[in-house]
């Protein structure tokens, strides 16, 4: 297929770019994709670009999680070898899911880039919590 511009999948409109995100099903010439990953130079452009992508705008996402930062240290605080456990952005996600956080997998990978610079793929839980504690 070469470049050209998509139609959403009810052919209404063209497929935004804002469409494109971890977790999203589109529907491209008659074919459903679910969109599981992307490269880091994708979600590099994506949170560079954010004004576009708002799934990828930290400020919107930390305003998200504010409200339930007690409920996420509690759970960090709880959990079984905290001192020595590694998160992978799956696991971020799970955590987020039982403090009541309303995120979708987008808006979880991105929070999880900003603790994780190495780009290691997962990180020590004590990080995480250091960094909801100062949030």
Request: some cysteine.
């Amino acid at each position: 297929m070469a470049r050209c511009k998509l139609e959403s999948h009810d052919g209404s409109q063209p497929l935004l770019p804002s469409d494109l995100h971890l977790g999203a099903i589109v529907t491209i010439l008659s074919h459903r994709f679910r969109i599981f990953n992307c490269d880091q130079f994708t979600f590099k452009y994506m949170e560079e670009h954010c004004h576009v992508w708002i799934k990828s705008d930290m400020e919107r996402i930390v305003k998200k999680v504010t409200p339930k930062k007690e409920v996420l240290q509690r759970l960090f605080l709880t959990a079984p070898s905290l001192g020595s456990r590694s998160l992978t952005a799956d696991d971020l996600g799970d955590f987020l899911q039982r403090a009541g956080c309303d995120l979708i997998l987008q808006e979880v990978h991105t929070l999880f880039r900003v603790v994780d610079t190495y780009r290691a793929g997962s990180i020590k839980m004590t990080l995480f919590l250091k960094y909801f504690m100062d949030l």
